[in-house]
């Protein structure tokens, strides 16, 4: 079965504090994605990563960076968190065209 | 512009009764289409998937789904449902920018 891991379930910060949010699959697949999903606004695509070290932009990137320098790992970063940023995310690895996702981590910035 | 929707927020059944969630598409392209259902706390899992072929297709627990081109349309059914089906339900569909889009959602609440 694809494994993908999410480095926290559950994370509180501080506003303005750097947050990082690791992801990891076990199926070598080369597409990787960072999604938020908040209540109404179902998911949201953050960053999208198709290799090692490419990365593009989805639909909400500002306040956001990603970084992928391995394969199997994708993370996201939170340059300076801020309040509305608290959210779910939700990671995800590819191998075609459907995903598989991480259990997600519930981020609250205080 | 390439969309998916789903046409109810919220569907309230009585346990072992039927149920359609209804997913409407938008594009005019080759489409592939796809049900994720998300357990209270937990990530996204795929529940099935319409890639070519069949216009029924199956998925885990009990769950199908029809690929109707005429309507645009890639409806979820069950035939009976159990109170563990209670969640939320995503239509999704692959657009050719290689970005897969997610209707808003439908959650599911069964009734015992």
């Known amino acids: 079965d694809v494994k993908v891991t999410q480095s926290s379930r559950y994370l509180v910060k501080r506003t303005g504090e750097k947050v990082f949010l690791e992801c990891v699959q076990d199926m070598d697949h080369e597409n990787m994605f960072w999604y938020r999903q908040d209540p109404g606004l179902g998911l949201r695509l953050i960053y999208f990563s198709y290799d090692v070290k490419m990365k593009e932009k989805g639909d909400i990137p500002e306040g956001y960076s990603v970084s992928r320098e391995k394969k199997e790992r994708f993370s996201l970063i939170l340059e300076s968190a801020s309040t509305n940023q608290t959210s779910m995310y939700l990671c995800?690895?590819?191998?075609?065209?459907?995903?598989?996702f991480g259990p997600g981590t519930r981020l609250t910035v205080l | 512009a390439q969309s998916v929707t789903q046409l109810d927020s919220q569907v309230p059944v009585f346990e072992e009764a039927p149920v359609e969630l209804r997913c409407n598409y938008s594009s005019s392209v080759s489409v592939y289409l796809f049900w994720y259902v998300q357990y209270p706390n937990q990530g996204l899992q795929l529940l099935l998937k319409y890639l070519s072929g069949s216009t029924l297709v199956k998925g885990i627990n009990g769950f199908e789904a029809e690929f109707n081109k005429s309507q645009t349309s890639f409806h979820l059914r069950k035939p009976s449902v159990h109170i563990s089906d209670t969640a939320e339900y995503f239509c999704?569909?692959?657009?050719?920018?290689?970005?897969?889009?997610f209707g808003s959602g439908t959650r599911l609440s069964i009734r015992p």
């Open positions: 995800a690895s590819s191998p075609d065209t459907w995903l598989y």
């Open positions: 999704a569909y692959y657009s050719s920018a290689s970005k897969i889009i």
